[in-house]
């Protein structure tokens, strides 16, 4: 299993990097497969991989998806994702990535949320068939962290393309607000989410515990927010089977399209 990493956290120091490396590494152990996994520092290096990997994993990092537009790096980022597209290399693209992705080919508005969405969150399947979600209820819960959104989709482009919403927001009745497209299948190869699915409640529950992550989520949300997160990442059902299962379901599909 040959896997190219794209970094896209700029230096900033983050989860979930090792994150994706564990995810990698107990899936080659657990099928029994050699794993070449290499990185590629996207943002301050301007590096891209070439296609002679099995799948891609682009993914979250900080800051505005629309402040680098028309930068070096972007651009030799997009040129990559156009050629991956064109060799229908699987390909996962993770919360930053996947805004880059909506704002490139031009799916909907990506701006900035009112207010931070930070936490463990309900998301919604769409009646759209994905073998990724198979084995995920609805809802299933998601690790959120961002300050930007993907609303008001151009369904004309998605159809275009042959793109399709796979998961949204939780509904909120009481937010007369629309809700964020959380997930899209971008092309038979390629898909992409706008939560983090490669977060485990164990990294969730020590950034939690940082004392300025708690001041913070106190000072946002309140204590009943905060305990409740913290009480959300011990079960079973939540955080650790989206974790369990989406990235290990992509790497199924991913390996198998190869045979």
């Keep these: 299993m040959k896997v190219a990493i794209l970094d896209m956290y700029e230096g900033v120091p983050n989860e979930g990097m090792r994150c994706i490396r564990e995810i990698l590494a107990v899936y080659a152990v657990r099928n029994a497969l050699t794993l070449q996994c290499d990185e590629?520092?996207?943002?301050?290096?301007?590096?891209?991989?070439?296609?002679?990997?099995?799948?891609?994993?682009s993914t979250g990092?900080?800051?505005?998806?629309?402040?680098?537009?028309?930068?070096?790096?972007?651009?030799?980022?997009?040129?990559?994702?156009?050629?991956?597209?064109?060799?229908?290399?699987?390909?996962?693209?993770?919360?930053?990535?996947?805004?880059?992705?909506?704002?490139?080919l031009q799916l909907g508005n990506v701006c900035r949320r009112r207010s931070p969405a930070f936490g463990v969150f309900p998301v919604h399947k769409t009646p759209v068939a994905e073998n990724i979600f198979e084995n995920l209820p609805d809802p299933f819960y998601i690790v959120d962290s961002r300050n930007w959104q993907v609303i008001g989709l151009d369904h004309d482009r998605m159809a275009a393309i042959g793109a399709s919403v796979l998961a949204i927001e939780k509904e909120r009745p009481h937010v007369p607000l629309e809700r964020a497209t959380m997930a899209i299948r971008f092309s038979p190869h390629m898909i992409g989410t706008q939560f983090h699915p490669e977060a485990d409640a164990t990294g969730m529950r020590m950034y939690l515990l940082q004392k300025e992550k708690k001041d913070q989520v106190l000072t946002n949300y309140g204590a009943e927010k905060y305990y409740s997160m913290?009480?959300?990442?011990?079960?079973?059902?939540k955080i650790m089977l989206t974790y369990d299962t989406f990235i290990p379901a992509f790497l199924d599909n991913a390996l198998s399209s190869k045979q």
Excluded: N
Aim: aromatic residues 12%; proline residues 7%; charged residues 20%.
């Design 230 to 237: 913290l009480e959300q990442l011990s079960d079973p059902d």
């Design 40 to 57: 590629y520092e996207v943002r301050i290096s301007a590096q891209v991989p070439d296609l002679s990997y099995d799948l891609y994993i």
């Design 61 to 104: 990092g900080p800051g505005s998806p629309l402040d680098s537009e028309g930068s070096e790096w972007e651009q030799r980022y997009f040129g990559v994702m156009e050629a991956l597209m064109a060799a229908a290399k699987p390909v996962l693209l993770i919360c930053h990535s996947f805004q880059l992705m909506c704002r490139y």
